[in-house]
C-alpha cells in the first residue's frame, strides 16, 4: 500500500501477503521538495520491472485559486 501521512510531507509504503495483513512497518518512499502529498494513490497498472518501479499520484495546491490543485506523477525504484 502507499500512502501519505497527514501533515508529514512524506510518501509511505507498507506490504503483507495479504490484504488482512499482517503489514510491516511503514517506509519513506518519496519526500517532495517543497510540497506536504494529500490523497496519494498507487497507479498499480503502471507498475513495471516485476514490481521494483511503480507509479503514485498526490494532489497539491497549484496557483491561488480555491480549490486548485494538481496531482504529479512520481516514479518509485525500489533497489534489488
Not at 511503514?26 to 502529498?37: E, H, I, M, S, V
Not at 513495471?48 to 486548485?68: E, L
Amino acid at each position: 500500500i502507499v500512502y501519505s501521512s497527514p501533515l508529514d510531507g512524506t510518501v509511505y509504503g507498507r506490504t503483507a501477503p495479504a490484504l488482512t495483513g499482517p503489514w510491516s512497518e511503514p517506509a519513506a518512499l518519496y519526500d517532495p521538495p517543497a510540497d506536504t502529498p494529500y490523497d496519494t494513490n498507487h497507479h498499480a497498472e503502471f507498475d513495471a520491472d516485476g514490481g521494483r518501479t511503480i507509479y503514485a499520484t498526490y494532489s497539491r495546491p497549484y496557483g491561488d485559486r480555491w480549490f486548485a490543485t494538481e496531482f504529479p506523477l512520481i516514479e518509485i525504484r525500489f533497489a534489488e
